[in-house]
């Protein structure tokens, strides 16, 4: 079962940032919150990963809030192709017992609209 | 690089045929897994592979289901006899140590 709970739905403007909330209260010490995002018909795609700091690549942004208890994936500037189902997961850091396992949740469907 | 490549990317076939689905990694990849997706329980671990030894079969359905990986550039995923309750997308995935995780196009089954 999911760590994490998301929205089911969001819609954004084309142009303008989506911010993707999501909710891992429970989240270890020694787990990392990742992203990964399905565009239709796709296989899942890495976005992005953090454990307590702010992370940035040339896809989204990740804010952690202090306490880890919840985080938001921003894409700065959303496209059409930007349309997907975003995941946010919880990962045992390293390669040790259980940190092979990525639970996928049902994820935020995220619409960009023109 | 080509990225995590599965065939056939479509199969139909009748209740109570085998279908052997097909999955190579990425070179240099040291992980591979299977998943499976429906509508009504989203991505399922199926099986994780760690250089090439089965390391947890626990999401394996059934004992129709059988999954191997006799060299590191290649597995196959297995169900026989096929029911229509089978039907899904099959996504192998690979990765190197801890690293991210590279999923392919998937397959989707569609038994009859």
């Known amino acids: 079962d999911a760590k994490t709970t998301q929205p089911t739905s969001m819609d954004c403007a084309e142009g303008r940032a989506a911010n993707l909330p999501c909710n891992h209260s429970?989240?270890?010490?020694?787990?990392?919150v990742y992203w990964y995002r399905q565009i239709h018909s796709q296989g899942p795609q890495y976005i992005i990963h953090g454990l307590k700091n702010n992370e940035t690549n040339e896809m989204a942004s990740l804010i952690i809030t202090e306490d880890r208890k919840s985080s938001t994936l921003i894409l700065p500037h959303a496209t059409l192709r930007d349309t997907a189902v975003y995941y946010c997961i919880v990962r045992v850091a390293g390669s040790g017992a259980g940190s092979y396992q990525l639970t996928f949740g049902k994820g935020t469907k995220l619409s960009v609209i023109p | 690089d080509a990225g995590v490549i599965q065939s056939p990317r479509h199969e139909v076939t009748e209740m109570g045929q085998e279908v052997t689905l097909r999955c190579k990694p990425i070179?240099?990849?040291?992980?591979l897994f299977w998943y499976r997706q429906t509508m009504m329980r989203g991505l399922e671990l199926l099986i994780y592979f760690n250089n090439n030894v089965p390391i947890d079969d626990s999401g394996m359905p059934e004992d129709r289901f059988s999954a191997k990986m006799p060299n590191a550039s290649f597995s196959t995923l297995k169900i026989q006899p096929s029911e229509p309750r089978d039907s899904a997308v099959y996504f192998c995935?690979?990765?190197?140590?801890?690293?991210?995780?590279?999923f392919g196009e998937g397959s989707r089954l569609t038994v009859l």
């Open positions: 995935a690979s990765r190197m140590d801890s690293g991210e995780l590279f």
């Open positions: 429970t989240i270890s010490g020694n787990e990392y």
């Open positions: 070179s240099g990849h040291n992980s």
